[in-house]
């Protein structure tokens, strides 16, 4: 199946300062990708839709000022956590859908610890 | 939007038992995954059967597109079996987001 790589897998950061999370197709090309956050014992919720070249899509409730996305080529995706503060940790995870069969692969997730 | 059931909430198997867990939605859907969340957070692709069934291994996994509901099967039961299993919906079209299930958390206990 096809391949999507996040980085970093774990983060601990101190309040108000920003984190940079990446998420990387290997072995195609997305035009869209996914964030999702998972709180503890809980399902994942998409926050974002990420569009390369243009404006990311979020969902309601979700501070689009806050979770800066960019997605400048075919085959990246960054989602920064800005003025990051203790309610904003969890675990973030990405993905992308195969062009081919349209299968949603995910990245190996973030987990984001603010202190 | 599309809500997403997944029963039952938990589950604890002894090793070598098997198991069904459901996934109902509530409108119609092209797309449906199943997904095995692994103890470090991991999502691993188990099935992408928007409608039929298929067979990998002990796990096999029937859709009924028209009724609404999933169904995954898991025979033969090992404690490596553990962790939370999803559902996840959504239409076709690879600019189309995915809606999660509640998840089923499995214990396999030896």
Known sequence: GAVVSQHPSWVICKSGTSVKIECRSLDFQATTMF???????????????????????????????????NHASLTLSTLTVTSAHPEDSSFYICSARSPGTGEAFFGQGTRLTVV | GIQVEQSPPDLILQEGANSTLRCNFSDSVNNLQWFHQNPWGQLINLFYIPSG??????????????????????????????????????????????????????????
């Open chain 1, 35 to 69: 964030w999702y956050r998972q709180f503890p014992k809980q399902s994942l919720m998409l926050m974002a839709t990420s569009n390369e070249g243009s404006k990311a899509t979020y969902e309601q409730g979700v501070e689009k000022d806050k979770f800066l996305i």
């Open chain 2, 53 to 110: 069934t298929k067979q990998n291994g002990r796990l096999s996994a029937t859709t009924v597109a028209t009724e609404r509901y999933s169904l995954l099967y898991i025979s033969s039961s090992q404690t490596t079996d553990s962790g939370v299993y999803f559902c996840a919906v959504g239409d076709t079209g690879t600019a189309s987001k995915l809606t999660f299930g509640t998840g089923t958390r499995l214990q396999v206990t030896l």
